[in-house]
């Protein structure tokens, strides 16, 4: 069990010790303490370019997505008991506790669906307020926000670079979200750059650091952050519009939002659930309590990657941009996608499908050369078998095993899962891999 104390004040913090460790959140660490980690120190400048104030339980919110990330990071699952479950309480000052309180279990339960941990939260009084907002005449640079009518997650991938697009060509104005991690905000630029349209960006990093010794590297609750990030930004647009309810799009094609274990060995650890249904249904169920009004929605839940390459409402500008975008999960170790996990694999599918061409360096250009790296080729060999069981093992089954979805739809899931394979299959055929 590991203890994180965290408050926004170093002066509130106790000295870190065996399994226990002191957080600042939104700031430095205190001056003469070597202790201490810190997370969110760019976050409140951030929130008050927005220009305007954002209601408490947002701000609560993210908090606790803050938290919650710090946890993430700061301990390392090799440490747990069983190589990989880890066991936290978090000691987390809030503005209104009293309205997060009774909802403590159902954010528990989210996060232990999301990343697999148990969760045990203590809210207190005394969290860090919504911050007053800079002015324009304060000379700051604020965030464009008239004129916008929802938000969008724009991390800088294929699926993001396609829901701005599509957005903007229904004639939407979006708000788009990004998380600004170095290497990340190139791509996103690049890509924002060559948008048509009316829209305007909001950045933002968690920007976390532990005081001493290695992180963990799995980030199993980065999509907490990025709905924490988009809900402030989305209750500033609604501040200034003055619409009831804003649409918060999570553009993320069906078949690895699913992300349904490719065999049965993946179930674990290589089987994430940034945004699988359940975890969305279940922070939409906490947003709806706590009367943040967001609409979380994927309009690309039912359709494959390639599905959405092919349907993509401007072919000729993501032909422009594809080459910007980003899919792979290991890019940042080499500052090259490696063309060969399974994000890369999906990404090279889906624009054969959908017949448009890139001119990315891939570490493996040609897949076929991966057979031979037995430490790098686990996805392809992966995928391989998916491929071949499709036509022998149950569906339902199958896409139940990466968690709950919803009955009324369950055929739409089982179709996006299949035809999502479909297209691997194809491009590992026209790769002479299978």
Not at 126 to 132: L, Q, S
Not at 143 to 155: K, Q, T
Not at 252 to 276: K, Q
Request: aromatic share 8%; proline share 6%.
């Amino acid at each position: 069990m590991t203890q994180l104390i965290f408050h926004h004040n170093h002066q509130h913090l106790p000295p870190a010790g065996d399994g226990l460790l002191p957080v600042q959140l939104y700031g430095r660490s205190g001056k003469g303490r070597g202790d201490i980690s810190i997370i969110g120190n760019p976050v409140i400048d951030k929130v008050k370019r927005l220009g305007v104030q954002i209601p408490s339980q947002v701000m609560d919110f993210l908090t606790i997505a803050l938290a919650v990330t710090a946890s993430d990071t700061f301990v390392r699952r090799a440490d747990a008991e069983d190589g990989w479950t880890r066991r936290f309480t978090l000691q987390l000052p809030l503005h209104e506790p009293a309205r997060w309180l009774p909802l403590k279990k159902d954010l528990e339960r989210a996060l232990h669906f999301l990343s697999g941990d148990m969760w045990d939260f203590e809210f207190q009084e005394g969290g860090y307020p919504p911050p007053v907002p800079y002015r324009q005449r304060d000379r700051f640079q604020l965030v464009r926000l008239r004129g916008l009518d929802c938000v969008c997650l724009f991390s800088g991938g294929l699926d993001s670079a396609i829901g701005a697009i599509d957005l903007l060509a229904q004639g939407r104005a979006p708000l788009l979200v990004s998380h600004a991690y170095k290497g990340d905000r190139a791509h996103q630029d690049q890509i924002a750059k060559a948008l048509k349209g009316r829209y305007s960006r909001f950045e933002i990093n968690a920007d976390p650091h532990l005081y001493t010794g290695e992180t963990d590297i799995t980030m199993r609750t980065r999509s907490l952050n990025f709905l924490a990030f988009a809900a402030v930004g989305a209750c500033a647009v609604q501040a200034v519009s003055q619409q009831e309810m804003i649409d918060l799009y999570v553009p993320e094609n069906g078949f690895i939002s699913l992300n349904a274990p490719l065999t049965p060995r993946r179930i674990g650890s290589l089987s994430t659930r940034t945004t699988h249904p359940h975890f969305i249904e279940s922070i939409q169920e906490i947003f709806d309590a706590t009367d943040i009004h967001c609409r979380i929605v994927n309009p690309y839940q039912f359709k494959t990657k390639g599905q959405m390459a092919t349907d993509c409402q401007n072919r000729l500008l993501l032909a422009d941009i594809v080459n910007s975008t980003v899919s792979c999960s290991h890019w940042k170790r080499s500052n090259q996608q490696c063309g060969i996990c399974v994000p890369c694999v999906i990404r090279r599918a889906a624009l054969h499908a959908g017949a448009i061409t890139e001119d990315t360096e891939y570490t493996f250009d040609t897949v076929a050369d991966v057979l031979n790296e037995t430490d790098r080729r686990d996805d392809l060999l992966a995928l391989r078998i998916a491929v071949i069981q499709k036509a022998t093992r149950k569906l339902g089954p199958w896409i139940a095993d990466s968690g709950p979805l919803p009955v009324p739809a369950f055929q739409d899931f089982q179709k996006v899962f299949l035809d999502g394979l479909d297209e691997v299959e194809a491009f590992l055929n026209a790769e002479t891999v299978l």
